[in-house]
């Protein structure tokens, strides 16, 4: 089954020249955080240049304090890709998962959800459950799922039935490409103004 994604920024309107394009990135520690930072720094190099992304960072710590996970919610509500950085090694933390369910309960718009891990001494099993929890996030927001792992060598590319898992470097060409797909302007839609 082929799945077809129409993205149409929200802030974009028939007079804006530059769309926002809106990362939120999630992670575990300053490393992590280092890795998330540096992917957003890769995807607005090499993603459509007529969009004006920005970033917001939280990290898992302060996703235990009620008042800032609600803002952190609010946050992934109007991103439009999702970048979770963590070790992959053990358990995402319970204020994380309190983190989805919070924001998937609401309408979202995002369009991709990314998964970076960043331990060198992966457990398998731990990273499979994670990468199966954070698929299932993906599928119940109906978003894209892609995966970075810090070693590829120890996971093989896996496609389920019900979920598109799709493993990525930092070079893949199929991952930028479907994701710059999203970051296309729509000019379909007459443009008027003093100067036409």
Same mark, same amino acid.
């Given at each position: 089954?082929?799945? $077809? ?6 802030? %974009? *309107? ?5 769309? =926002? !394009?809106? +990362?939120?990135?999630?992670? #575990? ?18 993603? &459509? ?11 898992? &710590?302060?996703?235990? +304090? ?8 609010? &946050? ?5 890709? +999702?970048? +979770? ?12 998962? @309190? ?6 309960? #609401?309408?979202?718009? @995002? ?5 970076? !891990? &960043?331990?060198?001494?992966? =457990? ?7 990468? =199966? ?11 894209? !799922?892609?995966?970075?792992?810090? /070693? ?7 496609? #389920?039935?019900?979920? *598109? ?6 070079? =893949? #060409?199929?991952?930028? %490409?479907?994701? $710059? ?13 003093? /100067?036409?």
């Amino acid at each position: 089954m082929q799945r $077809s994604l129409n993205y149409h920024p929200r802030s %974009s *309107t028939p007079l804006d020249e530059t769309p =926002d !394009f809106n +990362i939120l990135i999630v992670y #575990e520690d300053f490393e992590c955080g280092k890795q998330g930072k540096a992917t957003y720094d890769f995807l607005i190099e090499n993603l &459509d240049a007529d969009c004006q992304f920005t970033n917001t960072m939280w990290k898992f &710590d302060v996703l235990g +304090i009620p008042k800032l996970r609600e803002m952190a919610a609010k &946050d992934a509500a109007d991103a439009d890709i +999702i970048i +979770i950085a963590c070790k992959g090694h053990h358990r995402l933390p319970g204020e994380v998962k @309190a983190w989805f369910e919070s924001w998937l309960e #609401e309408k979202t718009n @995002a369009i991709a959800l990314v998964a970076l !891990f &960043d331990s060198p001494d992966l =457990d398998p099993e731990q990273v499979e459950a994670t990468r =199966d929890y954070l698929a299932s996030v993906a599928q119940r927001g109906r978003m894209e !799922f892609f995966m970075q792992p810090y /070693n590829q060598s120890f996971l093989k590319p896996k496609v #389920e039935s019900k979920n *598109t898992i799709r493993q990525i470097s930092l070079l =893949d #060409e199929e991952a930028l %490409s479907t994701l $710059s797909g999203f970051t296309q302007q729509d000019t379909s839609f007459p443009r008027w103004g003093i /100067n036409e």
